[in-house]
Every structure is written in structure tokens, then in C-alpha cells.
């Protein structure tokens, strides 16, 4: 008989605030670090102190995840570390969704969407990919994952993990 329960919980994380940042981290990465409060993550991978997150996104682009009350601070302190380097940093947490995928097998939830390797993933590991046909980033949070896209395909995006975590989708009949 199979096992009608969810393969996993969908839960739509609030309360976060997001910070992009472009710059040569070579030569702005000190500034950066200082200003966030977290060292520069190795591409692929994140920093954090448990209430922030630091990305690496691409070569000259990192996120900062936050506390929304903590925004406008960081954002003035970046803004501050990087006047006279050729950099762009933006509040972009109104432009963004995120959800947690957390429960009996998250994985199986992400599997079926994401053409991704997930075991490979070091505890720290970053990856830009698809989620069906959407771009976005994951990594693991927690005992699940966390997965941030943009907002404009939040509804969608809620749907096609709702319903690879449905009972009896599961890829391993075990």
C-alpha cells in the first residue's frame, strides 16, 4: 500500500529581506565583508551567522539575506563600504519568494523539478538552477531545503512543489 503522506511541507518563508550586490569582489570583497558582517563566500557556496546569509550568485554578484527590519542599515553600511568602487547594491526584497521544503524527503520534492545533483552539495553549497521551467536558487536550511525565486512566480512555484510533495509521487517506492 502506498504511503499517503506528503513527501514533504511547502512553507512560504516571510519576514526576509534581500540585498544584491555587484561588484569586483577581488577588489571590493573586503569591504563587502566588513560591511556585512560575514565573509565572502567561495563560488557556489554561502556564508552565514544563522541570522544572515551571504551567496555567491555569479563572479562579481553576491545576496544578502536578512532580517527585513536589518535592510536599511546593511544597505547604508555597503553603500558606505563601497563609495568609490564601481558597484551597484539594491534592495531587491520585494522582488523575490521564498519557500522551505522541510519534512520525510525533501529531496525527492526537489528531484523531481530541479536537474541537480543534490547529494553532491556540500552543507554550505549554493546552486543556481531551474525548478520546472523557473529559475531560482537553492540550499540547505535547516533539515530541508530553501528555495528563492522571483516573486512574480510565486503562485506557480508554490503549485509545482505542492504538488511533487503530494502523497503517493513518491521516486522511491521503498
Not at 573586503?30 to 557556496?45: K, Q, S
Not at 520585494?94 to 545533483?117: Q, S
Request: a negative charge; glycine letters at 10%.
Amino acid at each position: 500500500m502506498a504511503d499517503m503522506t506528503p513527501l514533504a511541507s511547502i512553507n512560504q518563508v516571510s519576514g526576509l529581506g534581500m540585498i544584491l550586490i555587484r561588484a569586483d569582489l577581488t577588489r571590493a570583497g573586503d569591504a563587502i565583508a566588513g560591511a556585512a558582517g560575514l565573509a565572502i563566500p567561495r563560488p557556489n557556496r554561502f556564508t552565514s551567522d544563522g541570522s544572515r546569509w551571504l551567496g555567491w550568485m555569479s563572479p562579481d554578484e553576491l545576496l544578502l539575506v536578512l532580517p527585513h527590519g536589518d535592510v536599511p542599515g546593511a544597505l547604508s553600511d555597503l553603500l558606505d563600504a563601497l563609495a568609490g568602487e564601481h558597484a551597484l547594491v539594491q534592495d531587491v526584497s520585494d522582488m523575490r519568494c521564498v519557500f522551505d521544503v522541510t519534512g520525510r524527503k525533501p529531496e525527492h520534492v526537489l528531484a523531481k523539478l530541479c536537474p541537480v545533483e543534490l547529494g553532491a552539495l556540500p552543507p554550505d553549497g549554493l546552486r543556481r538552477t531551474r525548478a520546472a521551467q523557473i529559475a531560482c536558487g537553492l540550499w540547505r536550511h535547516g533539515d530541508g531545503w530553501r528555495i528563492i525565486a522571483f516573486r512574480a512566480v510565486t503562485d506557480y512555484l508554490r503549485g509545482v512543489l505542492t504538488a511533487a510533495a503530494a502523497p503517493g509521487t513518491d521516486l522511491d517506492p521503498r
